[in-house]
């Protein structure tokens, strides 16, 4: 078993030490373990992350990250900005694999289209921190979203994190902060990482959906 299988596995088991809310429905209808963690897809020493909310139906069906429209949106302007072009099917959209780190604040799909709660997002912290400190080697995240975004706000004083997020071009702005982790071994790590936001790219987002496209194109060109 490789460190990230043992990653995985050890989400897994925190899924099944105590309950709580999971789409179980959802997990059967794809026929997949509610209990098993949907952590990443993509390439984990990618320079770029996208990190968004949590999963949703077609991420489970599929068992990976921001795969349903949302996530489509998101890896087609990707693939336009590495070929520039558009990408000719769904296989030549999973490309993007190969150059970036795909997942969120929550392993799992909440009922319905409902955030975790804090409680859940801290319960699962320590393994999301694993992935992007250890596992990962990058720098820079892409966040989706206010609760992407948000987050990160343990790394950096709550008055900094909030007069960034009230800035008016807090979506052409970078914020570096410390991201810390600690493995299951008591070690501690810790790399500078840049948050990048941007909107949540879902059509519910009317103020910001049709320009998202745009919006991201403008984050890729730094890469």
């Known amino acids: 078993m490789t460190d990230i299988e043992t990653l995985i596995d050890q989400i897994s088991q925190e899924a099944q030490r105590e309950p709580f809310p999971i789409d179980v429905p959802v997990y059967e209808a794809a026929h997949k373990n509610p209990n098993d963690a949907i952590l990443y897809a993509g390439n984990l020493k990618s320079q770029i992350c996208f990190f968004g909310r949590d999963l949703g139906r077609d991420e489970v069906h599929e068992g990976q990250p921001l795969i349903g429209a949302a996530g489509t949106l998101v890896r087609k302007g990707f693939y336009r900005s590495i070929n520039k072009q558009e990408a000719p099917n769904k296989e030549a959209l999973q490309t993007i694999c190969d150059r970036a780190l795909l997942t969120n604040t929550v392993p799992y799909k909440p ?3 409902k955030a975790y709660s804090k409680e859940v997002k801290e319960r699962f912290r320590p393994f999301i921190e694993q992935l992007l ?3 990962w080697k990058g720098t820079e995240i892409i966040t989706l979203g206010t609760e992407a975004f948000k987050w990160f706000t343990p790394y950096c004083s709550k008055i ?14 970078k914020l570096p902060l410390i991201l810390k982790a600690t493995d299951s071994l008591g070690e ?35 890469f």
């Open 111 to 113: 009922p319905g289209n």
């Open 133 to 135: 400190i250890i596992h």
């Open 160 to 173: 900094e994190i909030n007069s960034f997020w009230e800035q008016s071009d807090r979506y052409s702005s």
């Open 188 to 222: 501690k790590y810790e790399r500078k990482i840049n948050l990048l936001p941007l909107p949540h790219p879902s059509p519910l987002n009317t103020q910001y959906y049709a320009k998202f496209p745009q919006m991201l194109q403008k984050r890729l060109i730094e």
